[in-house]
């Protein structure tokens, strides 16, 4: 596709359960992240992957989350047991490689997740 | 710690006029980028200006400029000619070469361009 694509686009789920959030980065982009934003604040990032291997997996806040990337594209972002403190607003970006100082980003238009 | 401030939850302008984000980060890391974005309402974030830490010349895209004062760790971003379309969050990010792509937010300004 043009963008980075992310499904869906909301999520309510009850305390307790696990959700499920998709990344489709822009196709041919090698690096792809994860960033949480809580209302009214900046993004957090969680964790990147180059390919399909996660160099840097230090922004996850616990266990309860994980993350995976298949084939160097679509990437799933797994939050088990959720807390009411998991209610952001997830973003994916990617972004060619992280090899060129200038390299862009990307986001796509987050995941608005809402725990009850 | 690395980290970035930006110490103007709002600011308001009026159309047409210029306005400064500020822009404050602090790294021992001698090599790396600075960034900035905008958010509007609908939440996507847009990439405007990027700035190298080793860039002699201050960056400009279009009505945007970074005016880069290395010796203080400030990154603010310009905006000349403010347009009503320019109501926005923006935020000042940081990326460090060597830990790889991930990027580093403040907690961004609210702009708000009145007619």
């Known amino acids: 596709g043009a963008g980075v694509s992310q499904s869906p686009s909301n999520k309510v789920t009850e305390k307790g359960k696990d959700v499920e959030l998709r990344c489709d980065p822009i196709s041919g982009h090698t690096a792809l992240y994860w960033y949480r934003q809580r209302l009214g604040q900046g993004l957090e990032f969680l964790i990147y992957?180059?390919?399909?291997?996660?160099?840097?997996k230090s922004g996850l806040p616990s266990d309860r989350f994980s993350a995976e990337r298949t084939g160097e594209s679509v990437s799933t972002l797994t939050i088990q047991r959720t807390q009411q403190e998991d209610s952001a607003v997830y973003l994916c970006?990617?972004?060619?490689?992280?090899?060129?100082?200038?390299?862009?980003?990307?986001f796509g238009p987050g995941t608005r997740l809402l725990v009850l | 710690a690395q980290k970035i401030t930006q110490t103007q939850p709002g600011m308001f302008v009026q159309e047409k006029e210029a306005v400064t984000l500020d822009c404050t980060y602090d790294?021992?890391?001698?090599?790396?980028?600075l960034f900035w974005y905008k958010q509007p309402s609908s939440g996507e974030m847009i990439f405007l200006i990027y700035q190298g830490s080793y860039d002699e010349q201050n960056a400009t895209e279009g009505r945007y400029s970074l005016n880069f004062q290395k010796a203080r760790k400030s990154a603010n971003l310009v905006i000349s000619a403010s347009q009503l379309g320019d109501s926005a969050m923006y935020f000042c990010a940081m990326r460090i070469y060597n830990q790889g792509g991930k990027l580093i937010f403040g907690q961004g300004t609210e702009l708000s361009v009145k007619p």
């Open positions: 790294t021992s890391d001698q090599s790396y980028g």
């Open positions: 970006a990617s972004s060619l490689g992280t090899g060129v100082r200038k390299e862009t980003q990307y």
């Open positions: 992957f180059q390919g399909n291997s996660a160099p840097d």
